[in-house]
């Protein structure tokens, strides 16, 4: 059984820094990709940042530059550092973990970041 462990998050002021981390365990079939999304009340969730098994990432145009995610491949795991953040950031974050063959995808439960000063 797949599961989903997730840590950090929390407050910080414009300008500031968190991390947020992300395991998996119980993952017997191939990752694709593991990363992060976001959601705020009444809007879908969206991608953040994701890195994929072979070594390529993507990053929501809002964050780029600001926030970097880190992968271990070994450890199932997955970070990702915010930098500068925003008030714009503030949203409950969610790990992705996507799966192959079937392709399938599971979600860590979400960590609240608020950037605020």
């Known amino acids: 059984q797949v599961q989903i462990a997730t840590s950090g998050g929390g407050l910080a002021r414009p300008g500031g820094s968190l991390r947020l981390s992300c395991a998996g365990a119980?993952?017997?079939?191939?990752?694709?990709?593991m990363g992060w999304y976001r959601q705020t009340p009444g809007k879908e969730r969206e991608l953040v940042a994701r890195?994929?098994?072979?070594?390529?990432?993507d990053y929501a145009d809002s964050v780029k530059g600001r926030f970097l995610i880190f992968r271990d491949n070994a450890l199932n795991t997955v970070d990702l550092q915010m930098n500068n953040l925003q008030p714009e950031d503030t949203a409950l974050y969610f790990c992705?973990?996507?799966?192959?063959?079937?392709?399938?995808?599971?979600w860590g439960q979400g960590i609240q970041v608020t950037v605020s000063s």
């Open positions: 992705s973990v996507h799966l192959l063959n079937p392709p399938s995808d599971f």
């Open positions: 119980g993952i017997t079939r191939s990752i694709e990709h």
């Open positions: 890195k994929f098994t072979y070594g390529g990432a």
